[in-house]
């Protein structure tokens, strides 16, 4: 691979993880956006290792791009419930709120309705969301992204 060829990847690779880093910050998703901040700062290290020839930082980047193919696999695990895994639960927010994907109130055709609760003693601010009519379900989102960023990286 020449240093031009793995310019534009680098380039390609951090314009995915730019675009999935601001996702994961609406979303309020920690586990993605350290791992976002990661890849970003290890591509800048690719790229320079490669442009200036430093082979440690080749070997950092080709380390990372490792873990970083293998924290996508388990995304796609993750949303697809495989292996007792839950999408439902916090995992990806560090147990610290109660935020999911943005994808799933902001997908391609969602219509997203605020129903207020009806039974008496609940706060008159905390409300229900209702999304109906998406035209692809936000775990297969959430899945599409992890699959460019694995063939992005291999």
């Known amino acids: 691979i020449s240093k031009k060829q793995m310019f534009c990847l680098c380039v390609f690779l951090q314009l995915a993880a730019l675009e999935r880093q601001i996702f994961d910050f609406l979303g309020f998703q920690w586990a993605p956006i350290l791992g976002n901040f990661l890849q ?3 591509v800048i290290l690719g790229l320079f290792g490669t442009i200036q020839f430093r082979p440690r930082y080749i070997v950092v980047y080709t380390v990372w791009t490792a873990l970083w ?4 696999v388990f995304i796609i695990c993750f949303y697809l419930e495989v292996g007792g895994l839950s999408k439902e639960t ?3 927010t560090f147990n610290i709120s109660m935020h999911r994907s943005w994808w799933r109130e902001h997908g391609p055709g969602c219509i997203r309705r605020v129903v207020r609760p009806s039974a008496p003693g609940v706060l008159d601010d905390y409300s229900y ?3 109906t009519g998406c035209i ?4 297969y989102l959430e899945v599409i992204h992890s699959a460019i960023q694995i063939l992005l990286s291999v």
């Open 69 to 72: 193919v293998t924290w996508n």
């Open 136 to 139: 692809i379900d936000f775990q």
């Open 129 to 131: 969301v209702s999304v």
């Open 90 to 92: 916090d995992l990806m």
């Open 40 to 42: 970003i700062i290890v």
